[in-house]
């Protein structure tokens, strides 16, 4: 099975718990995801099947949107509920004070990354040195803040949607805030509505997708037969459809050895291209509409190289 679930992550679960179940619904080993959620937090969380696993670095690289709230007045060592509490202080600001706080941290910002993260330092995860109660320095990190859309203000809480780069910590930012405001603050909940161009309320849980994935394969009257995206009617997504921001070309029919080869591609190989496309990424097919991956104009060569490639090549 080669495409791309958009899973709803559930509380409890962690991404690699995610993929793990996933491969067992599936039976194939080749899963990947595009971007961790700590197990408190749920949302969308795109998963990638067979060769659209080779997608995940690039889809992790996309900008994200959170619905998150806020409790101010209380510091934890994970900067969210989970953790210990380290301090409390009564929150004497005003709903307007908090507000212009929060609207302060829209636009680029320098994130110092939580000890309690996936992230590694001399090869060792952030995490592991926290738990072993090891704290290191962390450099801060270049993240924009593109939106924040405040939906509730009720003292000492803040119910916020953040739409964020790549690499950005909610929980930071709620801790950030928190200092902002001299009180203290931390992360009481986290959603993630929208990642990679999936939404939320497309979303599947995995109990949901098991169920799909038992159905097809009682259709076919075989517990273990190999279903095809078709099967599953519109669980599994093609991999082009994280990809549609990007111009379409064809590669004419008499060129098709030479793509599936894996040569650089030539101006005059391609149906739909246009100069313009040199300073952006293309998705390519082959004459007969498959999609074979994702590839960039080479200045140097004169040639469109490919960046990933997802088709048997």
């Known amino acids: 099975m080669n495409g791309i679930i958009n899973v709803y992550k559930e509380k409890g679960y962690t991404s690699h718990d995610v993929v793990a179940k996933l491969r067992g619904i599936f039976g194939q080993k080749r899963i990947g995801h595009t971007g961790t959620l ?15 696993a080779r997608a995940c670095d690039m889809l992790a690289e996309k900008d994200k949107v959170y619905e998150t709230t806020l409790l101010l ?3 934890t060592d994970t900067q969210d509920l989970s953790g210990k509490v380290l301090e409390e202080k009564e929150v004497v600001c005003l709903p307007a004070q908090a507000e212009a706080a929060i609207m302060g941290f829209v636009g680029a910002y320098r994130q110092i990354p939580p000890m309690y993260s996936a992230l590694k330092v001399n090869g060792k995860k952030l995490c592991d040195l926290a738990r072993a109660g090891v704290t290191v320095e962390r450099k801060p990190r270049d993240v924009e803040i593109f939106s924040i859309e405040i939906q509730e203000i009720a003292l000492p809480k803040v119910k916020m949607s953040v739409h964020c780069s790549k690499g950005t910590y ?11 405001l001299g009180c203290g603050g931390c992360m009481e909940s986290l959603v993630r509505t929208r990642a990679a161009g999936f939404a939320l309320e497309d979303a599947w849980r995995l109990d949901g997708i098991e169920a799909q994935v038992k159905k097809a394969r009682e259709q076919k009257k075989d517990p273990k037969a190999e279903l095809s995206r078709e099967d599953l009617d519109g669980l599994v997504k093609d991999t082009d459809v994280v990809f ?7 590669v004419k029919a008499e060129y098709t050895k030479a793509l599936y080869n894996g040569n650089p591609l030539q101006e005059g190989w391609l149906s739909g291209w246009r100069q313009e496309y040199q300073k952006q990424m293309i998705r390519v097919y082959d004459s007969g509409q498959v999609f074979v991956g994702v590839y960039r104009w080479e200045e140097a060569k004169g040639v469109i190289k490919p960046v990933k490639i997802f088709a048997d090549c």
């Open 244 to 250: 549609l921001q990007y111009p379409e070309v064809s």
């Open 73 to 75: 007045g209380k510091t």
């Open 170 to 180: 909610i929980r930071t930012l709620c801790h950030d805030v928190g200092i902002a």
């Open 38 to 52: 700590d197990p408190d937090a749920e949302g969308v969380l795109p998963i990638c099947l067979g060769k659209a």
